[in-house]
């Protein structure tokens, strides 16, 4: 018995091997907790780089892309993760109160927190792919979340749905935890190649 490693079969499985493997790296290097930005955009640089014809190599290219994108992602990271958790904690702040004022503050808090969110994907996406300048990066990302409404939604359905199904069904952060990232990412990837193929220009 011979197995053909070319076969569609072992290319398949490896291909979930290094998404797998991905997936694990992506949330070791996000524990610092400050390094979330540097590693999302290193998630997204091989993601949308796989996503096209399969180019580079995920597994070898994300720890050099991390390194790169450090300064700038971390910087955009507190530009816009940062203010939209905080909206969303003084979300539920407002909601615990009954007056009519807190529940327009606290959902304006969301529709804030969920804006700012959907800008520091594009801003990742955005390190990931371009060379522009923080002040320039972080200017489009506040942008093409109203600029792109409906790619946006596609683009925050995944990681909503993610934590969503994992509240309700604790034993999906397995699959989270397994593939979830870095499967999402790769899905998202061609989300971001048709926002920016039609703002490149």
Known sequence: MRIDPDSRTIGGFSTFLTFVVLNLLYI???????TIGAAT??????????????????????LPAFRANFGRATLLMLCLL??????????????????????VAGTLAVIGAVYLFAAFLFAMA?????????????RNALLLPAAEPVRTLGALVIPVTAVALTILFPPVAILVATIG????????AFIFRSVFARHEA
């Open 28 to 34: 070791v290097v996000c524990l610092p907790i400050v």
């Open 41 to 62: 955009s290193a998630l997204y640089e091989v993601t949308i780089r796989y996503s096209d014809d399969e180019s580079g190599r995920p597994l070898t290219d994300f």
């Open 82 to 103: 940062l203010p939209a958790v905080l909206l969303g904690f003084s979300s539920v702040f407002w909601f615990s109160h009954p007056a009519l004022f807190a529940g």
């Open 126 to 138: 955005q390190v990931a792919c371009f060379k522009n300048s923080v002040r320039q990066t972080l």
């Open 181 to 188: 990232f870095s499967v999402g990412a790769y899905a998202t």
